[in-house]
């Protein structure tokens, strides 16, 4: 924790380097409502496409979960995870609460892994899809080669137990955290048998990649921004993809810093892309703040 949180803390400091931080909290606090309503109805729709997403999953192996509990826990965790590291806190503590609850450790972890998997392979192909309509005079093949490979990579985790059982000597596999890990991936493994569900989840997460994509469009032209909807279609995977990184707090730092970066090329000026890379995080906490709600009221009921 205090290792991202001095990452965290050297980013800003050098974005601040070059930034107005009093220019970008101005832009923040003139952006026009209407636009930042709309995104903020756009936050509630892709949480409630994020929890059908996982049902799914959990549905697909047999893991008896009702609707509302789904949501509970999963925006429960999604509040906790504002607090832990970046891409994986909430995942952590989702899939802690479900073995609580509903399933095996195994399974509930398989269930959170191939559920974040497939947000990635998602955005994996929405940044392919950004280099396609992204109109430019040379085609990168290497950043596309990069692409492929990546998706590949994402796909072959499905096959991972089969070749740790065949690498791994007989007499480790009985040790405490090789069975673990070879529990998990046979958890994981066991989703290779349900390749209609993965279709199905695949696409419900490309809508939430467009969902992200569209608020972070509206988040721009609010702050009066011009930059056409295709070029946010080839950033935006990339800063998604720094969010959910391990090395910040709350998305905080690292993918600001990203996606400062990214919008130079456009021209837009380092303090509306700050401010526009600050908006994207704290709407995304604004959509966390459900599991705020949640968890006080279970602490209630326990009291």
């Known amino acids: 924790m ?6 965290t803390a050297v980013i800003l400091v050098l974005l601040a380097r070059g930034i107005d931080f009093g220019e970008s909290a101005r832009a923040i ?7 930042l309503a709309l995104v903020l109805g756009l936050v509630a729709i ?54 609580r609850d509903s399933a095996t450790g195994s399974e509930a972890v398989a269930s959170v892994a191939v559920d974040r998997l497939l947000g990635i392979v998602s955005l994996i192909v929405m940044a392919f899809i950004g280099l396609r309509v992204w109109p430019s005079n040379q085609r990168d093949w290497r950043l596309e080669g990069l692409i ?22 007989a007499h480790l596999r009985e040790g405490f955290f090789v069975r673990r890990v070879l529990r998990l991936t046979e958890a994981v493994k066991h989703y290779r048998s349900h390749k209609g569900t993965l279709l199905h989840v695949m696409a419900w997460s490309l809508v939430v990649q467009v969902l992200r994509i569209t608020q972070a469009y509206f988040l721009g032209l609010g702050l009066g921004m011009t930059v056409p909807y295709a070029y946010y279609l080839l950033f935006m995977p990339v800063g ?44 995304g906490l604004a959509g966390n703040l459900p599991g705020l709600w949640l968890w006080l009221r279970q602490r209630r009921e326990i009291l």
């Open 46 to 99: 892709d949480r409630c496409v994020m929890i059908w997403r996982w049902i799914l999953l959990l549905r697909a192996r047999g893991i008896k979960i009702t609707g509302s509990e789904a949501a509970r826990l999963f925006l429960v965790s999604s509040f906790v995870g504002s607090f832990l590291p970046a891409g994986v806190g909430a995942d952590a503590a989702r899939a802690y609460g479900l073995s």
């Open 148 to 169: 492929i490979a990546a998706l590949v990579a994402c796909i072959v985790v499905f096959w991972i137990h089969d070749w740790l059982r065949r690498l791994t000597p």
């Open 240 to 283: 998604l993809l720094m969010l959910l990184l391990p090395i910040s707090i709350s998305g905080f730092g690292v993918p600001q810093g990203v996606i400062v970066w990214l919008l130079r090329p456009v021209g837009v000026p380092d303090a509306q892309s700050f401010a526009l890379s600050t908006l994207i995080v704290l709407t």
């Open 2 to 7: 205090l290792i991202r949180l001095a990452i």
């Open 29 to 35: 606090a003139a952006i026009d409502l209407r636009y």
